[in-house]
Antibody, heavy 118, light 105 residues
Framework: QITLKESGPTLVKPTQTLTLTCTFS??????????VGWIRQPPGKALEWLAV???????RYSPSLKSRLTITKDTSKNQVVLTMTNMDPVDTATYYC??????????WGQGTLVTVSS | SYELTQPPSVSVSPGQTASITCSGD??????ACWYQQKPGQSPVLVIY???KRPSGIPERFSGSNSGNTATLTISGTQAMDEADYYC????????FGGGTKLTVL
């Protein structure tokens, strides 16, 4: 059974850097074809893809946020870390990580709400 | 950049068939998938690779993808199917549609 769980601060100040950790079980990020992605959802709004990292350390980022995002993995700890710089109130959202199989995200973590406010 | 367009809302009577569309340039040349999200919950994959159902997803959920449009069809819609539905595809990057609120009334 695959599970994922997001962790990190619930409140960050504008201009600060957000660091989120996705801790997973039930699969290995050293297995060919496997990835972990990050997706966010502002309150009452649609899903927005942020980034994905693959078993071979290939990384892809949303073009609109690429300059602010960094995704890394620690295979031994079964963790993926996403950092987002220069946080703004518009970045207030629930942040999800998800297992990335061929052409899909499944399953998703429970999500973590991050509020950006001074 | 690539975009996927969904109707903001769809309404259906219980027991009837609901169809939710997702439009994008040459979407039929890509794999589409669909997620269901109920209030306060994480999204759940209901269709992948255009028309495949993950284990545990009822048979009343089906999908198709051709030309510029992917369609999620829910046959014999039940009250429990009321939710937001999002399509997703891969272009050079991952793209989500804007979501469709399905109301069962």
């Amino acid at each position: 059974q695959i599970t994922l769980k997001e962790s990190g601060p619930t409140l960050v100040k504008p201009t600060q850097t957000l660091t989120l950790t996705c801790t997973f079980s039930g699969f290995s990020l050293s297995t060919s074809g496997v990835g972990v992605g990050w997706i966010r959802q502002p309150p009452g709004k649609a899903l927005e893809w942020l980034a994905v990292i693959y078993w071979n350390d290939d990384k892809r980022y949303s073009p609109s946020l690429k300059s602010r995002l960094t995704i890394t993995k620690d295979t031994s700890k079964n963790q993926v870390v996403l950092t987002m710089t220069n946080m703004d109130p518009v970045d207030t959202a629930t942040y999800y990580c998800a297992h990335n199989g061929p052409s899909r995200f499944d399953p998703w973590g429970q999500g973590t709400l991050v509020t950006v406010s001074s | 950049s690539y975009e996927l367009t969904q109707p903001p809302s769809v309404s259906v009577s219980p027991g009837q068939t609901a169809s939710i569309t997702c439009s994008g340039d040459k979407l039929g040349d890509k794999y589409a998938c669909w997620y269901q999200q109920k209030p306060g919950q994480s999204p759940v994959l209901v269709i992948y690779q255009d028309n495949k159902r993950p284990s545990g997803i009822p048979e009343r959920f089906s999908g198709s993808n051709s030309g510029n449009t992917a369609t999620l069809t829910i046959s014999g819609t039940q009250a429990m199917d009321e939710a937001d539905y999002y399509c997703q595809a891969w272009d050079s990057f991952v793209v989500f549609g804007g979501g469709t609120k399905l109301t069962v009334l």
